[in-house]
C-alpha cells in the first residue's frame, strides 16, 4: 500500500519541482519613453508559458522605475479605464498579449535617465525572469 502510495505521488513531486523554478518567456517588448510632465511609460510585449503547469505571476518590478504595476484596460460605459491587476495566471502552454489598449505594464517615477529598462518577473514571490529592453524614443 505505501509503495503504490509512492508511486501515485511520483508524477506530483516532479510537477512540484517545476513549479519551484517555472520557464517564463517573453518577446516582442516594447517600453515607451516617459509621457512628458507625468513620467510614466507602458511596456508590451507578448509573454509565454512554455511548460506544464500554470505560472502565476505575483509581480513586477524594475531597478529603473519607482513603481511598476500590471494594469488592465477596460470599456466601461463606452470610456477606457484602468484597472489594477493584482496577480495573473498563464495556465501551461498560454500566451498572453501586453497590447495598447488591454494588459499592459504601467512604469511610474523614472530612475535617472537610462536608455534600458530592466522588467522583473515574480511567481508567488520568487524572481523567474529579468528582461531588459531600450527605453523608446516615442510614447
Ligand atoms: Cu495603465
Redesign the pocket.
Known sequence: MALRLLILLTPLILLACDAQAPALSVSEIRVTAPVPGSG?S?AYFSLRNPGDVPIRISQVSSPHFASV?I???VLESGIAR?R?VDELTLGAGERIAFSPGGL???LADLVGAPKSVTLEFYADGMLILAVTAPLGAES
Open positions: 510614466i507602458a504595476e494594469h488592465e484596460t484602468m489594477r499592459h505594464l504601467m
